[in-house]
């Protein structure tokens, strides 16, 4: 293939030959010359014979280009059939050709006046054909006549011709005002030749994406959609792919198109009906979701959509990429169409392990029976991928719905019984993921597991096991033997396997340290001394210094507690996925990567975006956004292939900052010096020491940002996890491998804790001031700091979340260099650019500092839930401490829930997640609470007043997608307020009742 | 769009070639035959990516037919044309085989020229390309003639010509189904869905006006809320609810989507109409009751039971049943009280072949499987057992209410024209788990 690419290439640079010489070689002389007599033979039979033999040899790449001047002789001929065969072979080596080709050019010009328009038709098409700068100047007078030809057939090919000639030279088609000419074709009365001018219109647009080119306007808009009712299916394409560009200037456009658009569904060709569904996905944004029309077309896509699955396999299979996009973006469309994703026995294989992918996307508690059932008649057949996925897909169940868990690990013990080696390996791998899910629940299987420990061969595999025997090695009586063994042949194992192994052994000797320490320190020379993998060796040192200095503290570190894992996996990152959308039924969503990712030049290089909502919904200008967007310019970058962690690893610690930036938030391992101490957790490590350790050594990049923007990868990790497990899970690998080929960071900061939806980043820009910010605290004192005081407050501001905080110079010399970091907090709280301290700060200066914050930093989940542990540094020292933020802060802007929804949430939120608190001594009134509230983003939803009692609905969203819902009962005359609180995470209620109690009390 | 597009017979050598993009060379008609045919492993992909150019491909019989782009093309668009390309083909020289394609390539040429323009599909209908390109050669045509020719192929009504004319005027509909189950062998039914095809042919003259009627449930309610229903409680239920239904481009699809009424002018000839997809109340109209029984380590016990589920009077044709039989089979016994059943060793399974068999009947088969022993641990896969069969009625209920032509230009109304109406169901998918 590479060398297939080569030639690609060279042959670029020799302007593309059509011949190959080794084909030269094989011809024999002989032939050519007996070819060249028949050609010109009297006799018109023996003269077509004689041609059809030269297309024949052309076809299998015989080189009959020495035949130029005789075969072009027989252009002149009042025979169709010959005509068009001399046609073909002079659109083969005209190009060769050159000088030669030029003695066809007259036939040409004068078959473009011929009175049949089949010929003129011809005439017009294959000189678009012949890619000879000689031969395209004569062209332009004959194709303007063809554009204006009385015949419709004439000019539908005469439309196309203009693409052509635009693909050989774009100056010479604008000079020509053909462009013009072409846009005049769109209001023709002929819907074909509508057709093709709107197909050659799209493409030169295409390669101009600046022009304005295909000027769409509610009224071409309008002449398009007539034309779609009349032209073929082929040209129905066109303009539907045309109109997807278009965006409708508000809600009731947009539905007008949509209605017009719905009839194709029911097309009986697969693309007409895909390109619709582009077009209707798109123009659905713009809708506001409590029109009733909303609903009558959500229901109206999906039996189209399962009736693309009883085409042929191959459009099966475009189809079920595409169904694997919709499904991601509007999960309602399909949600009770599960059985239709069912495999069948005689499926092709890539159908099969696409409809698995969509059954596990689609997999609910309502369908949960019926889909482990098939999936374990899937476990057992023969295509080991398949098979493979299937397993993977059972462990995947049983996280995304918890009842099933139980059922899924049952399943997975049945299949281990198999003793079929990959399905073993794959189950071990997922039921590792379950233990991390549900901690001390399963962890009774361990047992079995152990049986196996012998026939694992594959290193995901290994490390899974040598994770599951680390972590739980207090239960395992024999932990110290099982991991000896491994112990054995640590040189051939992979990176993968070498990593895990350490770690577990570590984690090992922290519980059981009477009996392992010959066996760490083993294990920890191997790694520092025996090994020339520089991860390893770091990880090794880190390790072996913690030990050293503070055994307390490495067990803090490497035995802490791990962040939860998110339920769905593989998703596709939003941005990425909302382009991809835009390209519904093409091959961007066939190999779900943008365009740019496989089209050499300028065509597709555009990224499309849906159209904005109309309604509240989700607003995407967040300014986390702002961040990403800079990263998703960045070129496609290396793709780290599955399982590869050292290449991973490699990749992400070299690749230097990267040029656009990801937010410079944690820029931790790149930098040496004291900034490098902060990473991962470390920190609890230095607790009161004034003097940090010295560890000249690079940690590991847990909270590097290149990390976390590939977080969707096939096993449930959150990279977050690195840092507490100090990279030890055996996840690290895998949770990087293949993700989409870019990979725009925005939203992928991964919040554990099974919040609900991990991309909902609110947070829109330009909300009302006022949102209520606690008075400043000193945080860090200046005798613990020698000589820096710190006192700060957080506040919102414009949607933006800063942490605002004065500095004072206390102490006698000059202080400069100042930088900041956070640990890993409850909601991923991270600077969101450097601390601007500019000018040196001199002794008794005070100054004030404003750092903006974002909320896409590893998450970890902390006691109490606000609070912050920060970490600072100047030219004399690192200093710590901790503070508390507001949980008001990190309300956001588009909190306010519809009156439906806020219903039916209460409802489906169990009661056990309610909370009670009073908030004493306050003396508002209804209303100026509610009015106070607001400022800070708690939104009023409906008041109600019985018997004189107010009682406030509000709902508010934490940053991280977390709704929380209130009621507040305000009892005119009593100072003593009563709130109830509601969430799915009911572990907030705490931290929102403060909040409440500071905002009204402020 | 399409940069080129080529035929290979099946050891790869190229048949057909048409390069219509100047960014496609010549090598990469050899890069899909090195990375796709003569790959070692299985197909992966229809879609494959080699050195950023994307090969589409489709296979009849031995032939390999590939679409090539470099651009990000509209993928759906490309496998419709490369069937559509395979009807064309069929349709001037019968099945696609590597003699037919070698004995008409300057027509393939010829098709591929006219069809695809610059990779952007034209009108691909072969009724309207018949009249032009012919295998015959070229007849003159007088003007008339080809403005004629020219006004069809890029006009509305694309699919069908002017002037046809036949003395007898005649219609025939096919209903044709195909029912497709998975059961638990419990017998519980895990999905089952009908997919439907109306298939016409109509030898018609002029350019009539056409109405299908069925008895669909949004129609049959519409009408039923307006006046009252006559024909209401005849025997078996009165209409069916159609999940999803998909048009041949003749038919009015925007009255459909308001009116829900079929409307259209036909091709000349053999089409599809309609395509239709139900999984409401579909009569299954066989259950197959497996029972197996493993004794010892080396013999399979085999009991399956058929039972057919329609009236009496009818009959059900070539019913096949394929028992799959373990890979490490050594021997088989078969008692069957009907048709005729064998161990066919080569495909791992019992066939049991009945011709014919009435509605409301059963028949079993037994049979014992000997077993050789093996040390291979991974277990049997058991297969679902699979069914073949034809009824003579629709499994979805579907029946047609009426076929309406008009032609106010000729002197010939609607009840001058002989229909045939005809139901075929056959069995698709139709598996039994045991």
């Known amino acids: 293939?590479?060398?297939?690419?080569?030639?690609?290439?060279?042959?670029?640079?020799?302007?593309?030959?059509?011949?190959?010489?080794?084909?030269?070689?094989?011809?024999?002389?002989?032939?050519?010359?007996?070819?060249?007599?028949?050609?010109?033979?009297?006799?018109?039979?023996?003269?077509?014979?004689?041609?059809?033999?030269?297309?024949?040899?052309?076809?299998?790449?015989?080189?009959?280009?020495?035949?130029?001047?005789?075969?072009?002789?027989?252009?002149?001929?009042?025979?169709?059939?010959?005509?068009?065969?001399?046609?073909?072979?002079?659109?083969?080596?005209?190009?060769?050709?050159?000088?030669?080709?030029?003695?066809?050019?007259?036939?040409?010009?004068?078959?473009?006046?011929?009175?049949?328009?089949?010929?003129?038709?011809?005439?017009?098409?294959?000189?678009?054909?012949?890619?000879?700068?000689?031969?395209?100047?004569?062209?332009?007078?004959?194709?303007?006549?063809?554009?204006?030809?009385?015949?419709?057939?004439?000019?539908?090919?005469?439309?196309?011709?203009?693409?052509?000639?635009?693909?050989?030279?774009?100056?010479?088609?604008?000079?020509?005002?053909?462009?013009?000419?072409?846009?005049?074709?769109?209001?023709?009365?002929?819907?074909?030749?509508?057709?093709?001018?709107?197909?050659?219109?799209?493409?030169?647009?295409?390669?101009?994406?600046?022009?304005?080119?295909?000027?769409?306007?509610?009224?071409?808009?309008?002449?398009?959609?007539?034309?779609?009712?009349?032209?073929?299916?082929?040209?129905?394409?066109?303009?539907?792919?045309?109109?997807?560009?278009?965006?409708?200037?508000?809600?009731?456009?947009?539905?007008?198109?949509?209605?017009?658009?719905?009839?194709?569904?029911?097309?009986?060709?697969?693309?007409?009906?895909?390109?619709?569904?582009?077009?209707?996905?798109?123009?659905?944004?713009?809708?506001?979701?409590?029109?009733?029309?909303?609903?009558?077309?959500?229901?109206?896509?999906?039996?189209?959509?399962?009736?693309?699955?009883?085409?042929?396999?191959?459009?099966?299979?475009?189809?079920?990429?595409?169904?694997?996009?919709?499904?991601?973006?509007?999960?309602?469309?399909?949600?009770?169409?599960?059985?239709?994703?069912?495999?069948?026995?005689?499926?092709?294989?890539?159908?099969?392990?696409?409809?698995?992918?969509?059954?596990?996307?689609?997999?609910?508690?309502?369908?949960?029976?019926?889909?482990?059932?098939?999936?374990?008649?899937?476990?057992?057949?023969?295509?080991?991928?398949?098979?493979?996925?299937?397993?993977?897909?059972?462990?995947?169940?049983?996280?995304?719905?918890?009842?099933?868990?139980?059922?899924?690990?049952?399943?997975?013990?049945?299949?281990?019984?198999?003793?079929?080696?990959?399905?073993?390996?794959?189950?071990?791998?997922?039921?590792?993921?379950?233990?991390?899910?549900?901690?001390?629940?399963?962890?009774?299987?361990?047992?079995t597991l152990c049986e196996n420990l012998d026939s694992l061969d594959e290193p995901e595999a290994r490390a899974a096991m040598i994770w599951i025997v680390g972590e739980y090695a207090e239960r395992i009586d024999n932990a110290d033997e099982l991991l000896e063994s491994f112990l054995e042949g640590f040189h051939d194992e992979s990176t993968q396997v070498q990593l895990q192994l350490l770690t577990a052994i570590v984690k090992l000797f922290l519980k059981k340290p009477t009996e392992t320490q010959e066996l760490v320190q083993q294990v920890l020379s191997l790694a520092t001394q025996d090994s020339d993998n520089p991860d390893l060796r770091d990880r090794g040192y880190i390790y072996w210094r913690l030990l050293s200095t503070d055994p307390v503290a490495a067990k803090e570190v490497v035995l802490a507690e791990k962040p939860l894992i998110s339920e769905e996996t593989d998703l596709i990152e939003p941005t990425l996925l909302e382009e991809l959308i835009c390209h519904i039924g093409t091959l961007a969503s066939v190999y779900h990567k943008p365009p740019s990712a496989f089209v050499e030049g300028s065509r597709g290089v555009q990224h499309k975006r849906l159209p904005g909502s109309a309604g509240s919904g989700e607003s995407v200008d967040s300014p986390d956004t702002v961040s990403a967007a800079g990263v998703s310019e960045a070129p496609p970058a290396v793709i780290p292939s599955q399982g590869d962690l050292l290449g991973d690893l490699l990749n992400l610690d070299l690749t230097p900052p990267t040029t656009s930036g990801p937010p410079p938030v944690p820029s931790s391992g790149m930098q040496m010096g004291a900034m490098d101490l902060l990473g991962g957790g470390l920190d609890s490590l230095m607790g009161d020491e004034s003097e940090p350790p010295p560890i000249p050594l690079r940690t590991d990049t847990p909270q590097s940002p290149q990390l976390s923007h590939q977080s969707p990868s096939p096993p449930d990790y959150s990279p977050t996890e690195l840092g507490g497990d100090l990279g030890g899970s055996p996840a690290m690998g895998a949770a990087f491998g293949a993700p989409p080929a870019v990979m725009p960071a925005s939203f992928s900061a991964p919040v554990s804790g099974g919040l609900d939806d991990l991309f909902d980043l609110g947070g829109g820009v330009g909300m009302p001031m006022g949102a209520y910010s606690p008075p400043k605290t000193i945080w860090l004192p200046a005798m613990k700091a020698k000589g820096l005081e710190i006192s700060g407050t957080f506040a919102r501001r414009a949607g933006v979340i800063q942490m605002e905080m004065t500095l004072t110079n206390k102490a006698m010399s000059v202080m400069t260099d100042f930088a900041i970091q956070f640990n890993r907090n409850s909601f991923g709280l991270a600077p969101a650019g450097p601390l601007q301290v500019l000018t040196p700060l001199s002794p008794n200066q005070t100054i004030e500092v404003a750092l903006p914050l974002s909320t896409v930093g590893p998450v970890m989940k902390m006691e109490p839930l606000s609070n912050l542990q920060v970490a600072v540094k100047n030219n004399i020292d690192v200093f710590y401490f901790s503070c508390q933020y507001p949980i008001s802060m990190l309300f956001v802007e588009d909190g306010k829930m519809e009156r439906q929804v806020f219903l039916a949430t209460w409802k489906d939120i169990p009661n056990d997640n309610e909370a009670q608190f009073q908030i004493k001594d306050c003396h508002l009134n209804s209303d100026a609470a509610s009015n106070k509230l607001q400022g800070s983003n708690v939104f009023t939803i409906a008041k109600r007043t019985v018997e004189g009692q107010d009682m406030l609905y509000q709902s508010m969203k934490l940053t991280n997608g977390i709704w929380v819902l209130a009621e507040l009962r305000v009892q005119a005359g009593n100072p003593n307020y009563t709130i109830s609180l509601k969430c799915r995470a009911p572990e907030v209620s705490q931290c929102v009742f403060q909040s409440y109690e500071a905002i009204l009390k402020n | 769009m399409i940069g080129g597009l080529f035929i290979y017979n099946h050891k790869g050598e190229v048949l057909i070639s048409r390069v219509y993009r100047d960014d496609i060379g010549r090598n990469a008609v050899d890069a899909f035959r090195v990375n796709v045919i003569h790959a070692r492993q299985q197909v992966r992909s229809p879609v494959t990516n080699i050195a950023r150019t994307s090969f589409f491909h489709v296979k009849r019989s031995n032939i390999w037919l590939a679409a090539v782009t470099k651009q990000n093309v509209n993928a759906t668009m490309v496998f419709e044309f490369l069937y559509k390309m395979c009807d064309v083909m069929s349709a001037y020289f019968g099945k696609i085989s590597e003699e037919n394609v070698k004995n008409n390539f300057v027509l393939i040429y010829e098709l591929l020229d006219e069809i695809l323009d610059f990779g952007y599909p034209q009108n691909s209908e072969t009724?309207?390309?018949?009249?032009?390109?012919?295998?015959?050669?070229?007849?003159?045509?007088?003007?008339?003639?080809?403005?004629?020719?020219?006004?069809?192929?890029?006009?509305?009504?694309?699919?069908?010509?002017?002037?046809?004319?036949?003395?007898?005027?005649?219609?025939?509909?096919?209903?044709?189904?195909?029912?497709?189950?998975?059961?638990?062998?419990?017998?519980?039914?895990?999905?089952?869905?009908?997919?439907?095809?109306?298939?016409?042919?109509?030898?018609?003259?002029?350019?009539?006006?056409?109405?299908?009627?069925?008895?669909?449930?949004?129609?049959?309610?519409?009408?039923?809320?307006?006046?009252?229903?006559?024909?209401?409680?005849?025997?078996?239920?009165?209409?069916?609810?159609?999940?999803?239904?998909?048009?041949?481009?003749?038919?009015?699809?925007?009255?459909?989507?308001?009116?829900?009424?079929?409307?259209?002018?036909?091709?000349?000839?053999?089409?599809?109409?309609?395509?239709?997809?139900?999984?409401?109340?579909?009569?299954?109209?066989?259950?197959?009751?497996?029972?197996?029984?493993?004794?010892?380590?080396?013999?399979?016990?085999v009991k399956v039971v058929i039972k057919s589920n329609f009236k009496s009077s009818l009959l059900a044709q070539k019913i096949e049943v394929r028992i799959p039989t373990p890979l490490n089979t050594s021997g088989v016994q078969l008692i069957c009280m009907k048709g005729k059943a064998k161990y066919k060793a080569s495909e791992n399974a019992i066939v049991w072949k009945i011709k014919r068999m009435a509605g409301m009947k059963e028949s079993q088969i037994s049979a014992e499987i000997e077993l050789l022993p093996t040390n291979d641990k991974k277990k049997w896969a058991r297969p679902p057992i699979s069914m073949n069969f034809e009824v003579p009625f629709a499994p979805s209920g579907l029946k047609v209410r009426y076929l309406k032509v008009f032609e106010p230009k000729l002197n010939y109304s609607d009840h001058d024209v002989i229909k045939w109406v005809r139901y075929i169901g056959r069995s698709g998918i139709y598996e039994t788990r045991c």
Not at chain 1, 16 to 23: F, G, L, R
Not at chain 1, 100 to 108: D, G
Not at chain 1, 214 to 237: F, H, R, S, V
Request: glycine content about 4%; overall charge neutral.
């Open chain 1, 1 to 447: 293939m590479q060398e297939w690419a080569n030639q690609l290439c060279e042959n670029r640079q020799f302007g593309s030959k059509m011949t190959d010489s080794k084909y030269f070689t094989t011809t024999k002389k002989g032939e050519i010359f007996e070819l060249k007599a028949e050609l010109n033979s009297d006799k018109k039979e023996k003269k077509k014979e004689a041609v059809k033999k030269v297309i024949a040899s052309m076809t299998v790449g015989k080189d009959v280009s020495a035949l130029f001047p005789d075969v072009v002789n027989c252009m002149q001929t009042d025979n169709l059939e010959l005509k068009k065969l001399v046609y073909l072979y002079l659109m083969n080596y005209a190009k060769s050709q050159p000088d030669m080709a030029i003695m066809a050019v007259n036939t040409f010009v004068k078959d473009c006046e011929d009175p049949n328009p089949l010929i003129r038709a011809l005439a017009v098409r294959t000189m678009g054909c012949i890619r000879v700068d000689k031969i395209t100047e004569y062209l332009c007078e004959p194709l303007r006549k063809c554009l204006k030809d009385e015949d419709p057939y004439v000019r539908k090919t005469a439309a196309v011709c203009v693409a052509k000639l635009h693909d050989i030279n774009a100056q010479l088609v604008e000079d020509q005002g053909f462009l013009d000419t072409l846009k005049d074709l769109i209001s023709d009365s002929n819907p074909m030749v509508v057709a093709n001018a709107v197909a050659a219109l799209s493409e030169i647009a295409e390669s101009h994406p600046n022009s304005n080119l295909l000027d769409l306007n509610p009224q071409t808009i309008n002449k398009l959609l007539t034309a779609l009712n009349e032209c073929t299916e082929w040209g129905q394409i066109f303009i539907l792919d045309c109109l997807a560009n278009y965006t409708p200037r508000d809600d009731r456009e947009s539905q007008s198109i949509c209605e017009r658009v719905t009839p194709r569904l029911s097309h009986a060709n697969s693309a007409v009906v895909l390109s619709a569904v582009k077009v209707l996905m798109k123009f659905m944004e713009m809708l506001p979701k409590d029109l009733d029309y909303y609903g009558t077309l959500l229901k109206k896509l999906a039996p189209p959509l399962v009736t693309l699955l009883s085409a042929e396999p191959e459009l099966q299979y475009v189809a079920l990429r595409n169904i694997n996009l919709i499904v991601q973006r509007r999960p309602e469309i399909l949600k009770h169409e599960m059985k239709v994703f069912f495999v069948k026995y005689n499926d092709p294989i890539y159908v099969k392990l696409e409809k698995l992918d969509i059954m596990i996307r689609l997999a609910s508690q309502a369908n949960i029976a019926q889909v482990l059932a098939e999936l374990k008649e899937y476990a057992t057949e023969v295509d080991v991928d398949f098979v493979r996925k299937a397993v993977r897909a059972i462990g995947r169940c049983a996280i995304k719905v918890e009842q099933s868990a139980e059922r899924c690990v049952s399943t997975l013990l049945d299949l281990i019984q198999t003793k079929v080696n990959y399905v073993v390996q794959e189950a071990i791998v997922v039921i590792k993921d379950i233990f991390r899910k549900y901690p001390n629940k399963y962890e009774s299987v361990i047992a």
């Open chain 2, 127 to 301: 009724g309207a390309l018949k009249t032009f390109i012919t295998q015959q050669g070229i007849k003159s045509q007088t003007k008339e003639e080809q403005s004629q020719i020219t006004s069809q192929v890029t006009g509305q009504i694309g699919w069908r010509r002017e002037g046809i004319k036949y003395r007898r005027n005649e219609l025939f509909l096919d209903v044709l189904e195909s029912v497709n189950l998975l059961m638990s062998p419990q017998g519980q039914v895990l999905s089952a869905h009908v997919s439907g095809r109306v298939v016409m042919k109509s030898y018609l003259s002029g350019m009539p006006e056409c109405k299908f009627g069925m008895n669909d449930k949004i129609v049959i309610d519409k009408q039923g809320k307006g006046g009252s229903s006559e024909d209401g409680g005849k025997s078996g239920k009165q209409s069916i609810a159609i999940d999803d239904c998909t048009f041949h481009q003749c038919v009015r699809l925007s009255k459909f989507d308001s009116e829900r009424s079929i409307s259209f002018i036909p091709p000349d000839g053999d089409y599809e109409l309609m395509r239709y997809r139900t999984t409401k109340d579909i009569i299954l109209p066989f259950r197959v009751i497996p029972l197996v029984r493993e004794v010892g380590r080396t013999k399979l016990e």
